[in-house]
């Protein structure tokens, strides 16, 4: 067969030719050691079409906390066919009023697509000029790699995006969670490099439970 | 003032501080010179909000052509904030019967988002496996870089979905109109190629226009 | 003595100099994980020069086969240490009529050289553009990463050609191959996405061995 | 003359091998267009050596200033020969008590290397972790790409660190800047996005000059 | 037709779908400015089959001179096809003696394949280990990026091969050319650095060509 | 608490949460396998503020050598906490007529800051132009990626610099000891790839510990 005496051609120099076929793809194992540019990959063989897809985006995030919003992830830890393939996605979930809070994202960029709702988003660039729109349903924003960023509900309604990374892991940093919400970070250092008020501070870390 | 000031440390060593900030991101202008990496920049002091903003999936495409479809890209081509960025998407419309043929992107991967309807969709790997599934509103697929792939829809109305690119840039390369729809493409090549028949051939240059 | 000197000065903080040492390649050890970037590498002391030598192309490949070619490929899976180097190589065997079908290389781009005989070759782009050409010994041509190319003996006598790729592990998917020799790949859905005729694909299932 | 011979060798089926030449780098021209990867390079006939070095760490920074700081960068827009080669450097001055604000470089991982003095600097996590030490002459600290941190002279006297990057324009955006430094971003926003009073935002713009 | 209804759909929102298709390739341009990732595209309309063919390999080199060797690249310098694609080759012919001197390849690893004759072919690794080899007729060997390699005739007859990069613009620095043929290095640094004795070093000057 | 249902919320979908936040940087752990991108990830669990600093510049390296000087990496194998950002240091002594010998970094580029004495620095291009300075405290320079260059004391008293380099591992080939301190490296291939004469390769091979 063809086929057959293809594939024998191709790989009949090595014992492993299904590893040598796992190149088109390397779905995650997390069994197995991470390293710099993702997980290490599943043997192809185990590899199913489930690895492909990922079913976590029907249903909206719950959104009963103080942001009234949700971030449902498909990174490759949640999603394990993306890992090694520069791409990654998820799902926002903004009830009325709810507020993705600033944040970053420092391994990729983001594109952002308004799927029902009205949401007003922004990034501030190195230079501190201010890039911000009202988007409707249908309208598409990228978010430079890196950059501070932030999507509001600002519709009478509901508010839901899909996004897109152009990382398997592109990681997210809330700013003020990582100020207020972290363990032992002393107030008196969050206030000399942030110029925020004592009071402040405490205030917010009661709200976002830091200590120290 | 210290934003001033700050500016003014950072970039008093340099007539054009202003360049120093595209850094963040590199607008296309499409009216200077390309490179490997994608379109030059446009100035910083000329770039807008509009530039990282895209309005194109408001509507369906037209999708009254015979392979029921349409694709709708927002790639740097079409969104210039994407330029440089590793990321694009674009909106997938597929009437009742729709398809998008076989095709790849030899600048990406691609990551689907079904937002309407229901699409069976699929890829081929290099080790001749197929991987599909029938994917309803809300659920993902992800198609490795380079290899072949499809969507049809199989449900009874309307499917949409929202597709993003580990590239400002993937490239659509469709595999029967990159045979049966090129200029001077002789049928003698194209049947040796493909093992199809020369009836095969020439039928499939009539509806798709190839010549040669 | 300096060497020494030299090597401890370099390594005297770390328990594991020859680890160290390894960054300069990464030879392919295909029983431990694989990651996104290749193979994990060998201990660098169980290296020889053994590992950057291949011996494959001395002799032609079988060409007695349907296509009257072969390809012999020396990837990171048949020749370890291309590993991690982004580069690869492989021999084209073309007897008299002999065809490379159309194919694509998901993750490189390819560098032909003919060093016997006459082969026409040529790609298509994402534009629907055909590039070819008839190579004579000596001539080069190279083929954009992920687009469909192919190579057919137009000459009298055998044709032979290195070709290298940018990636130690490019992949080669075969067109006719992934559509007509795969697995329970059914035909109702290899019309839809290619407008072929029934007829036609079951035809060539028969001779390339699909199913489904 | 052999030099001649390899010269004319390697390049005489070009008319433009100095051009050839410059791929071993590629001084920053900011006269032409920029690209994603960087500036456009010099001709190498006007490159010298005086684009390879740089002066501007000879004398301390300004640190009169209300963070009783200074940035003294050498990035690719004032240092043209790092453009295109993965590196670039600043010098860091402090004050006693001066601080460099919370902030992150959206292109790059940061190494810093304390040359006077006894610095205190941490980074969080994304995972809400702060890890942070105090540094000595002659102490090195390694920053994430993307993440926040932040470096505080908590010694009696100055401190001067060297700081490298991994990016030629890792850029620099200073989160208390980004907020109540820029221009137009309404207060409102701010107070959503951070969760901070409104007190505390006007405050703070006032005096960091931020508008809107 | 559908294939223009489908480049239709795909560029209606560009007034410039050509640039677009480039994104396939990006043959080099010099007359336009070069960047760190290559030379500018020549506009997609310009460009033929051409750009992408190589005829420089069909005769052997002119092996008169001191080394009896000589060395015809296929850069992007002489092949703009090959621009940003992340591959590049060369011809070597060796008369019987023949040497290519000890060198590097500063931006890429080299991957040799002896098409004719006898080579004894070696390269040295950080940690100081020699790796040679003799190579006949089809064998290959690769030589990681950056190392000091050789490549030496030891055969009766001439000896040929073909290398490949992994990048479309390698950089070849010859050792002893760098030391011995360069203008205006002074020999006293020369002695410091390499610890060679004043009389080698005019000697080889001499031979060379070097001045200073 | 709102910091606890955003990790929730982000990770919930995921047994692994830690491994995912470990993508913010990959602390090396060099009993793991070592793959082409690098070292593999400690587990985020056992990461402290110590990976990420380093205390080997306190000191003057021994520069109780023939050449003087002392080199003192932070490679990732002594700084585990660089693996993977693309950055790491080193700190340079020379004694009065120390010298760093002719070298080249395979993987990376440097970028050099005298902080004591003076130094008189170079590299050759490709194009074997050299390019050298003389270096004051707080003069920096840089040196592109694999090409020759050198270091020297050329003040009266001793010189120390802080350099950097574009990779967690850049490697070091100090050409002089790649020459004449390998083991088995027959004197006879030495002169035919270098020119030199038998007797001050003999010579040199004895001051360096070469064999063969």
């Not at 594939?7 to 069994?31: E, G, K």
């Amino acid at each position: 067969m063809l086929t057959i005496l293809f594939l024998f051609l191709l790989f009949s120099s090595t014992p492993f030719s299904a590893n040598a076929a796992v190149q088109d793809f390397c779905v995650a194992d997390p069994t197995l050691p991470e390293g710099p540019a993702g997980y290490s990959c599943k043997k192809p063989a185990s590899v199913t079409v489930k690895d492909f897809t990922f079913s976590g985006f029907e249903k909206a995030g719950n959104t009963s906390n103080i942001i009234k919003a949700a971030v449902t992830p498909a990174f490759a830890a949640q999603f394990p066919g993306v890992n090694g393939l520069g791409i990654s996605a998820a799902r926002l979930d903004l009830a009325p009023g709810g507020v993705i809070p600033l944040h970053t994202h420092p391994g990729g960029s983001e594109l952002l697509v308004v799927t029902e709702g009205c949401i007003q988003a922004g990034f501030i660039s190195s230079a501190n000029t201010l890039y911000y729109e009202i988007l409707a349903e249908g309208d598409a924003m990228v978010f430079p790699q890196g950059l501070l960023h932030f999507q509001i509900n600002v519709g009478d309604g509901n508010a839901v995006a899909i996004v897109s990374f152009s990382s398997p892991s592109p990681g997210l940093q809330i700013t003020p969670i990582a100020l207020f919400g972290s363990k032992n970070f002393p107030s008196s250092i969050i206030e000399k490099i942030t110029f925020l008020d004592d009071a402040q501070v405490k205030k917010l870390k009661g709200v976002l439970g830091g200590t120290g």
